[in-house]
Nanobody, 123 residues
Framework: HVQLVESGGGSVQAGGSLRLSCAVSGFTSSRYCMGWFRQAPGKEREGVAAISPAGNTISTGSVRGRFTISQDNAKNTLYLQMNNLQPEDTAMYYC??????????????????WGQGTQVTVS
C-alpha cells in the first residue's frame, strides 16, 4: 500500500524556518525521483525541489539558496528544510514520487504518487 504522509507545516513569521517531512511507505523512496510541490490559493501547483535516486537535486529559482531537499534512506523519509521563509512561500506543500531520474524536471505530471499536503503559512 503506497502512502506518502507529510508533516512539519505550520505558521511562522517572515525570516523563520520550517522543516517538512514526508514519510514514505509501500515503496523505496531512494529508487524514485522524489519532489516537493506547493499550491497557493488560486494558483497552479508549482514544483519546488526534487532529488534523484543518485542524490542530484534541482529546485525552482525562487527558493534556491533558502530551501534544501534531502532524504534519509534508512527512514524512507524525504525532507524539505525551508529557511528565510517569506509570505510568498505560503501554500499547501505536497510530497510526490515519480519514475526515472528527475529528467522530466519539476513537472507535476511526471510524478505518480502524492501525499495529502501540509500547510505552510508565513506572515
Amino acid at each position: 500500500h503506497v502512502q506518502l504522509v507529510e508533516s512539519g507545516g505550520g505558521s511562522v513569521q517572515a525570516g523563520g524556518s520550517l522543516r517538512l517531512s514526508c514519510a514514505v511507505s509501500g515503496f523505496t523512496s531512494s529508487r524514485y525521483c522524489m519532489g516537493w510541490f506547493r499550491q497557493a490559493p488560486g494558483k497552479e501547483r508549482e514544483g519546488v525541489a526534487a532529488i534523484s535516486p543518485a542524490g542530484n537535486t534541482i529546485s525552482t529559482g525562487s527558493v534556491r539558496g533558502r530551501f534544501t531537499i534531502s532524504q534519509d534512506n534508512a527512514k524512507n523519509t524525504l525532507y524539505l528544510q525551508m529557511n528565510n521563509l517569506q509570505p510568498e512561500d505560503t501554500a499547501m506543500y505536497y510530497c510526490a514520487a515519480g519514475g526515472g531520474y528527475c529528467s522530466g524536471g519539476l513537472v507535476a505530471r511526471q510524478f505518480v504518487y502524492w501525499g495529502q499536503g501540509t500547510q505552510v503559512t508565513v506572515s
